[in-house]
């Protein structure tokens, strides 16, 4: 993620900075605030920040004896407010990361001359909102991995939009892989580990990934918030879930679900397959969106040599006007500060051309569709044939 922070700073002028002359009069308020796009469901969304101890595992990147530590943001349908003219009340109040989080991420923007900061941006979650019913187990669960050296909030976007539609989506933070973890006293565990080169780092990173992952759907099942809004076993219901990554959360994802049979049904989001699934193969739904003209071979594993061994629904589509950090926040940051038009062609090799609010209905789209299919039982014809609607989207195999 480091690699993108550059990429972005070096290419826009260093006077212009995050600057747009449109912004020049909030900028100079003590108090600066951006509110990312709006989620796509007909809900509102509540957030909470957990922090879970696996007594069982010792983190095997830790340079001391220590229990592993898994960050979750959660991501929920949330009770709506409305004011005395019966509208909607507008929410943009839960930052996007904490404090010394944005400060350590700040400091790469700073180092290049660029005074902005990420304490800035704000989401339109409200904090520990209400449940939007009593019954936690109308709502199936999501994970989402990210990817390497990047941090859950940079899939912030996609993870609300996902809840708005119905889901509670917990979005994972990595140790060591992950540039910056911030645990809730503050305590600072920095990363990342040089693993997309180190091939014996990878395949550890992977397991512990994909244990973290299995780790969260446990605890996910206990959290006193969920239990107490729901109903029969209460809490939430993990017996039947869904995951999604980003790049190597994308390999995460297919090979959780290869040792995890809770995870029903997963989506690769321009990943690799990588891990024991490689030979074994899935027998549960996989959704891959691949950037445009990409085909897993730049990532040592081409999809077409797994595909055969994937045996029950599959597709994967591609995304014309897509990189792979189209799969993050940065078009709709980009498209928030106003700086696309300073980046190289657009920022076509950067963030991709694909604004950030239609990428944003683009994978919510084919997200919340898919889940929709294998969580909750319901008919979609979006996969069936090209859609009018999102001619950007281009299916190559299935």
Same mark, same amino acid.
């Given at each position: %993620?480091?690699?993108?922070?550059?990429?972005?700073?070096? /290419?826009?002028?260093?006077?212009?900075?995050?600057?747009?002359?449109?912004?020049?009069?909030?900028?100079?308020?003590?108090?600066?605030?951006?509110?990312?796009?709006?989620?796509?469901?007909?809900?509102?969304?509540?957030?909470?920040?957990?922090?879970?101890?696996?007594?069982? @595992? @010792?983190?095997?990147?830790?340079?001391?004896?220590?229990?592993?530590?898994?960050?979750?943001?959660?991501?929920?349908?949330?009770?709506?407010?409305? &004011?005395?003219?019966? $509208?909607?009340?507008?929410?943009?109040?839960?930052?996007? %990361?904490?404090?010394?989080?944005? $400060?350590?991420?700040?400091?790469?923007?700073?180092?290049?001359?660029?005074?902005?900061?990420?304490?800035?941006?704000?989401?339109?979650?409200?904090?520990?909102?209400?449940?939007?019913?009593?019954?936690?187990?109308?709502?199936?669960?999501?994970?989402?991995?990210?990817?390497?050296?990047?941090?859950?909030?940079?899939?912030?976007?996609?993870?609300?939009?996902?809840?708005?539609?119905?889901?509670?989506?917990?979005?994972?933070?990595?140790?060591?892989?992950?540039?910056?973890?911030?645990?809730?006293?503050?305590?600072?565990? #920095?990363?990342?580990? &040089?693993?997309?080169? @180190?091939?014996?780092?990878?395949?550890?990173?992977?397991?512990?990934?994909?244990?973290?992952?299995?780790?969260?759907? &446990?605890?996910?099942?206990?959290?006193?918030?969920?239990?107490?809004?729901?109903?029969?076993?209460?809490?939430?219901?993990?017996?039947?879930?869904?995951?999604?990554?980003?790049?190597?959360?994308?390999?995460?994802?297919?090979? /959780?679900? +290869?040792?995890? *049979?809770? %995870?029903?049904?997963?989506?690769?989001?321009?990943?690799?397959?990588?891990?024991?699934?490689?030979?074994?193969?899935?027998? @549960?739904?996989?959704?891959?969106?691949? +950037?445009?003209?990409?085909?897993?071979?730049?990532? #040592?594993?081409?999809?077409?040599?797994?595909?055969?061994?994937?045996?029950?629904?599959?597709?994967?589509?591609?995304?014309?006007?897509?990189?792979?950090?189209?799969? *993050?926040?940065?078009?709709?940051?980009?498209?928030?500060?106003?700086?696309?038009?300073?980046?190289?062609?657009?920022? /076509?090799?950067?963030?991709?051309?694909?604004?950030?609010? #239609?990428?944003?209905?683009?994978?919510?789209?084919?997200?919340? +569709?898919?889940?929709? %299919?294998?969580?909750?039982?319901?008919?979609?014809?979006?996969?069936?044939?090209?859609?009018?609607?999102?001619?950007?989207?281009?299916?190559?195999?299935?």
């Amino acid at each position: %993620m480091l690699n993108l922070i550059k990429q972005i700073v070096l /290419a826009v002028p260093i006077y212009i900075g995050w600057q747009t002359p449109q912004l020049d009069v909030s900028l100079q308020t003590n108090d600066p605030k951006f509110c990312l796009p709006n989620p796509t469901g007909p809900y509102n969304v509540g957030v909470q920040v957990h922090e879970l101890h696996d007594k069982t @595992r @010792r983190d095997p990147f830790a340079s001391y004896p220590c229990d592993r530590v898994v960050m979750l943001s959660v991501f929920y349908p949330a009770a709506v407010e409305h &004011d005395d003219n019966d $509208e909607k009340v507008p929410i943009c109040e839960s930052a996007y %990361m904490p404090d010394r989080t944005a $400060e350590v991420l700040d400091q790469q923007f700073q180092d290049f001359g660029v005074n902005r900061s990420f304490a800035w941006l704000y989401t339109p979650a409200k904090v520990n909102a209400s449940l939007f019913v009593d019954n936690a187990e109308d709502f199936p669960v999501v994970l989402i991995s990210h990817g390497a050296g990047a941090e859950r909030f940079f899939y912030t976007t996609i993870a609300e939009s996902i809840a708005s539609n119905g889901y509670v989506v917990a979005s994972i933070d990595h140790p060591y892989d992950s540039a910056v973890v911030e645990l809730l006293n503050g305590t600072l565990i #920095r990363g990342p580990l &040089d693993i997309p080169n @180190r091939l014996d780092l990878l395949w550890l990173d992977l397991e512990t990934r994909v244990n973290d992952s299995s780790f969260a759907l &446990d605890e996910l099942s206990k959290m006193p918030f969920f239990r107490d809004h729901g109903t029969n076993s209460g809490g939430l219901n993990v017996s039947k879930t869904g995951i999604m990554g980003h790049s190597l959360g994308g390999a995460t994802a297919s090979q /959780a679900m +290869a040792m995890d *049979t809770r %995870m029903a049904a997963g989506i690769s989001l321009d990943g690799p397959f990588w891990g024991s699934m490689n030979v074994t193969g899935l027998d @549960r739904p996989i959704l891959v969106m691949g +950037a445009e003209g990409h085909d897993g071979t730049g990532m #040592r594993s081409p999809w077409k040599e797994t595909w055969p061994k994937l045996r029950a629904w599959k597709r994967q589509l591609n995304i014309k006007g897509t990189v792979h950090n189209s799969f *993050t926040d940065f078009p709709a940051l980009v498209d928030l500060f106003g700086i696309r038009q300073d980046l190289p062609d657009g920022g /076509a090799d950067i963030v991709g051309l694909v604004k950030g609010k #239609r990428m944003l209905e683009i994978e919510s789209a084919y997200i919340t +569709a898919f889940f929709d %299919m294998f969580l909750k039982g319901k008919n979609s014809t979006l996969f069936d044939e090209e859609d009018t609607t999102y001619p950007e989207v281009v299916t190559i195999q299935d």
